[in-house]
């Protein structure tokens, strides 16, 4: 783990590297994602998005890259902004819950899980026009397991963060 990393290539958005004998990837620039817990009503606020890494559909939390646009935006600014941008949702705060890595093994990529706080529409969501094809649904808390099982029976691939609100219903059929 001594070694400097070396740069195989390098993208627009991504670079390989290889440290040693591990080779990983990661986001160039130095710019680093956020994860929104959200809620409203009683419901989780959830999008759906195409993802080429996956072929097709995904369900998640709401989430940004923060840097991408603003080298001087903050992850509480950011936040608000993707947060806007995807489900038509505002937060009149934004709590932050820590620093994560989702597949440390493979990639470099961290982000920092937030809570959005005080919720209110402004918008309708879906993204940005032309560039993003994002559905925002809005699932009650009771529902959630059901309701991502039924996702997934219809070809729509979970990103691992949303184990975070389906966590209570994982558990309780685990026996843990």
Not at 120 to 149: M, T
Request: proline share 5%.
């Amino acid at each position: 783990m001594s070694l400097p990393p070396e740069t195989m290539w390098s993208g627009r958005f991504v670079e390989a590297c290889r440290k040693g004998r591990w080779e990983y990837a990661g986001r160039t620039n130095g710019i680093r994602a956020v994860v929104i817990l959200a809620e409203h009503e009683g419901q989780w606020v959830l999008v759906e998005q195409p993802r080429a890494a996956v072929g097709g559909r995904c369900l998640e939390l709401p989430a940004g890259l923060v840097g991408d646009h603003d080298d001087g935006a903050t992850i509480e600014e950011t936040a608000i902004r993707e947060l806007e941008e995807e489900t038509g949702f505002t937060a009149g705060r934004i709590e932050r819950l820590g620093d994560f890595h989702a597949s440390p093994g493979m990639l470099r990529e961290s982000f920092t899980l937030v809570t959005a706080h005080d919720l209110r529409r402004v918008g309708e969501g879906g993204g940005v026009a032309g560039e993003e094809e994002i559905i925002v649904h809005l699932v009650r808390k009771p529902d959630l397991a059901a309701f991502v099982a039924a996702r997934r029976a219809a070809g729509v691939a979970m990103d691992v963060k949303l184990l975070l609100p389906l966590a209570p219903f994982l558990l309780a059929t685990s026996g843990a």
